[in-house]
Structures are given as C-alpha cells and as structure tokens.
C-alpha cells in the first residue's frame, strides 16, 4: 500500500514539474514564468518528497525528505518573491496582455 501511494505522489510531482516547465516556455513574460516555475514545480518536489517519505519511512532518507519539504516550500515562495521584486525594480515591463498592475498600485 505504500509503494502504491508513493508512487502516486511521485507521479504527481513529476506532473507538475513537467507542467511548470512547459509553463516556463509557454508564458509570456518574465513574471508568468516565474509565477509557473514557484508554484509547479514546489508543489511537483514537495509531492516527490512527500513521496519518498512514505517509500523509505522515517529512516534517515525519508526524515530528511520530510524536513527538506517546508525549507523547499517556503524558501522558493520566498525567492520567487525576491525575485520578481528585483525584477519590477529593474524596469522589466509586464506583457503586452497584462491588465492590471497589482504591485505598481501597492508602491505608491
């Protein structure tokens, strides 16, 4: 039953990271592809993570997995976040097909 629901969620994070990538590609600006890689491909390695605790248990590979989770999740929420910050900073304009301007807005 393990095997099973790990391989489960590591099916699903390898979807998600496949579906950030193509993202990354697909998306038109700077800002689009960050957002796609943040959250795909977090959610795909957490899934895969999450997967590898419930393969091996909580021995010495899945207790690291499991504390590389929420330092996974958190720290590229929060490099995204700096990122796009420099990003805006530096002058990179939104696409073409923006509507609206959430951070312009927030700075003034």
Not at 44 to 49: A, P
Not at 71 to 84: C, E, K, N, P, Q
Request: glycine residues 10%.
């Amino acid at each position: 039953m393990n095997n099973m629901l790990s391989l489960i969620f590591i099916t699903t994070g390898i979807i998600f990271n496949l579906l950030g990538c193509i993202g990354i590609i697909r998306l038109p600006d700077t800002y689009n592809r960050l957002q796609a890689a943040t959250k795909c491909v977090t959610l795909g390695c957490c899934s895969i993570l999450f997967g590898v605790v419930l393969h091996f248990g909580l021995n010495d590979a899945g207790a690291k997995a499991l504390v590389a989770i929420p330092i996974l999740f958190f720290g590229s929420t929060v490099a995204a976040h700096a990122l796009i910050r420099g990003t805006y900073h530096f002058g990179i304009k939104l696409g073409k097909k923006s509507v609206k301007d959430d951070y312009k807005e927030a700075i003034k």
